[in-house]
């Protein structure tokens, strides 16, 4: 496929006066938070933007962007004549972490020293862009723009989780102390358009990860009589909300605790602040479990008292599969599902020994979702100032629709990720259990 590339600042103004009718307006939507939601947008804002716009569509992405408060992936993608009157429209998404989207959306924080409301995002005029539908481009440089969706996995009123730790786990990072207050959402609007599924996962050489053969009399000698048609499938791979949550509270020192071999479990979590972590306290925990939130070496009072496990702290999500990695056997965390790729042992994915654990027997893909058998997802916000820019706000309206249809999924999250329509159960809230919908409110065919 022929591959053009254009730096973004070379959409000349003086161009665009000869071909765009007097009431065309320039319309920038910069979207900042959850890391989940990444790949979603900088696939779904190229197929919005070709779905309304005459002009070509350009897009750039990328991962591990430094910024002034430390890294994020960013992705833009931009069009004109768009909307039949004209418009130029360019829409931006950079990661850093839920609770602070929605702090900066609502004016309650600025980050990277760019003032209230603002952060640092893909900089239009630093952008080494394609055409789409060909492989995204570069982002080259990061500026400072206003935020006008603040997405986040749960809702502001869902924090309220604390840790202290290594920035990045075991790979150091600085000393980092999180406290994410629940955030006050008053004057904003919201949208809850798709579904994100979270797993646990856990390093391969992890017990949990064999299963139980309790009909094996030469290992199981008191058990095996009983047990000659035991199911070893139904502890292999896989973790019960009572495993994680015992885990994630650091009532659980080793695996064998369980029964299963004896092995020391070592947690990784997420920082407080991430939507990931307060999915897992609102979802799993419930309350009834308190998560750990001071990290634990093998050289602490805690671990050679035997009173805690080895626990650490990580900012992002691949942060978090780093850890597991190089914690190594034992070593258990969770993030959204497909973090990994699709297969379950992670040979499709960037950490080929990390894989992917079911929760309650079932793996969490998009079918297991839509017909209420996995209950570890979140039905994602979107939040905006209710008074928004008239221009800003229509063009966010406009997106909320066209990703809460499943026809606008990108086929790159179509096998994990759903959308609101298609769902036969839904959440009314992130502490809720999912309830039944009316059947004639389900949209998806299947």
């Given at each position: ?141 990061l500026v400072c723009a206003d935020i ?200 499709a994915g960037s950490y080929t020994t ?93």
């Amino acid at each position: 496929m022929f591959k053009r590339i254009m730096k973004g600042a070379m959409i000349g103004a003086a161009a665009l006066a000869l071909s765009v009718p007097a009431q065309a307006a320039d319309i920038t939507v910069n979207l900042f938070g959850a890391s989940a939601q990444y790949k979603f947008w900088t696939s779904a804002a190229p197929e919005f933007l070709a779905s309304v716009c005459n002009g070509d569509v350009y897009h750039a992405k990328t991962t591990g962007m430094v910024g002034t408060d430390g890294e994020r992936d960013t992705g833009i993608a931009y069009s004109t004549d768009c909307q039949g009157v004209g418009d130029n429209v360019t829409i931006t998404y950079t990661t850093f972490s839920s609770q602070k989207g929605i702090l900066a959306v609502s004016d309650q924080a600025g980050y990277d020293n760019c003032g209230t409301g603002k952060a640092e995002v893909a900089d239009p005029s630093n952008v080494s862009a394609t055409v789409y539908p060909a492989a995204a481009g570069t982002v080259d440089g990061l500026v400072c723009a206003d935020i006008h969706i603040g997405a986040s996995d749960v809702s502001g009123e869902a924090f309220g989780q604390e840790s202290h730790g290594q920035l990045l786990g075991p790979n150091g990072g600085g000393w980092y102390d999180s406290y994410a207050n629940p955030v006050d959402t008053t004057g904003l609007e919201n949208c809850r358009p798709i579904n994100v599924p979270f797993s646990f996962f856990a390093h391969q050489d992890t017990v949990v990860l064999d299963g139980l053969d309790l009909a094996d009399e030469t290992v199981h000698t008191y058990w095996g009589e009983f047990y000659p048609w035991w199911p070893v499938g139904d502890s292999k791979q896989n973790l019960t909300r009572l495993m994680a949550t015992s885990l994630f509270s650091g009532q659980v020192l080793d695996w064998s605790d369980f029964g299963y071999p004896a092995q020391e479990v070592i947690l990784c979590l997420r920082h407080a602040g991430s939507g990931t972590h307060a999915t897992l306290d609102a979802d799993i925990m419930r309350g009834e479990a308190n998560l750990v939130k001071d990290e634990v070496l093998n050289t602490d009072d805690g671990y050679i008292l035997g009173i805690s496990p080895v626990t650490y702290f990580n900012k992002g999500s691949s942060d978090m599969m780093n850890c597991i990695r190089d914690a190594g056997a034992g070593a258990v965390g969770y993030a959204d599902s497909d973090k990994n790729g699709g297969n379950p042992d992670g040979s499709a994915g960037s950490y080929t020994t990390v894989q992917r654990l079911k929760y309650m027997g079932k793996d969490a893909v998009a079918y297991t979702l839509i017909h209420g058998m996995y209950d570890f997802w979140s039905a994602q916000w979107l939040y905006f100032r209710a008074d928004e820019d008239a221009s800003i706000k229509a063009k966010i309206n406009e997106l909320c629709a066209f990703a809460s249809d499943y026809l606008n999924m990108p086929s790159s999250r179509r096998a994990f990720w759903t959308t609101k329509g298609e769902m036969r159960v839904e959440k009314s809230s992130d502490f809720t259990w999912p309830s039944w919908k009316d059947p004639s409110l389900w949209t998806h065919p299947e």
